[in-house]
């Protein structure tokens, strides 16, 4: 986790609520992503190098991540 993030761009999804309680990204310069939590801007923030970020929206978008229902 990193607090100390330099300044820049960070955004929320387009499904997101102006005052929703969600994550941001940014992409940043040196390539790492950055996310973190909208209610805690200056908060601790997550770091993935591209082929991580990469590997994650694969598998969000494949329904790795989904949860099961019916438990």
């Known amino acids: ?3 100390e993030l330099p300044v820049t761009n960070w ?7 102006p005052q929703g309680e969600c994550v941001e990204v940014a992409f940043l310069d040196s ?6 939590d909208s209610k805690n801007p200056t908060g601790p923030s997550l770091l993935f190098d ?3 970020w990469d590997a994650f929206t694969l598998g969000v978008k494949s ?7 019916g438990d």
């Open 63 to 69: 329904g790795e991540f989904d949860r099961a229902t």
């Open 11 to 17: 955004f929320k999804s387009s499904y997101s609520q």
């Open 50 to 52: 591209p082929g991580e």
């Open 31 to 36: 390539g790492s992503i950055g996310v973190r």
């Open 1 to 3: 986790m990193n607090s």
